[in-house]
């Protein structure tokens, strides 16, 4: 079993700057390098949406609302996918989720929460 543990939510005023993590441990089948690494958000009355995603060879994709202020990384050797966010803004505010994703196997953790508020 898998299991994915996220940290780095909390509350900030906007324009300041959070950064995620995610943890990956237990039984990784195959190697977590060969895993597609996303981070989702959910805010209150809202679907989850995809913000970010890293693939294994390092190929980066954004939601465009973020662009350009949320960096994408991952340490394969530390099991953890990262999440910069800078200049966040009060539309930021959700649970950012991580997803753990192969051609056979996802998991999921359970969120930390991003309040961005004045």
């Known amino acids: 079993q898998v299991q994915l543990v996220e940290s780095g939510g909390g509350l900030v005023q906007p324009g300041e700057s959070l950064t995620l993590s995610c943890v990956a441990s237990?039984?990784?089948?195959?190697?977590?390098?060969?895993?597609?690494m996303r981070w989702y958000r959910q805010a209150p009355g809202s679907q989850r949406e995809l913000v970010a995603g890293?693939?294994?060879?390092?190929?980066?994709t954004y939601k465009a609302a973020v662009k350009g202020r949320f960096t994408i990384a991952r340490d394969n050797d530390k099991n953890t996918v990262y999440l910069y966010m800078t200049k966040l803004k009060p539309e930021d505010t959700a649970v950012y989720s991580c997803?753990?994703?192969?051609?056979?196997?996802?998991?999921w953790g359970q969120g930390t929460p991003v309040t961005v508020s004045s």
């Open positions: 890293i693939s294994h060879i390092g190929s980066t």
């Open positions: 997803q753990m994703i192969s051609a056979r196997y996802e998991f």
């Open positions: 237990g039984r990784i089948f195959a190697s977590y390098a060969s895993y597609v």
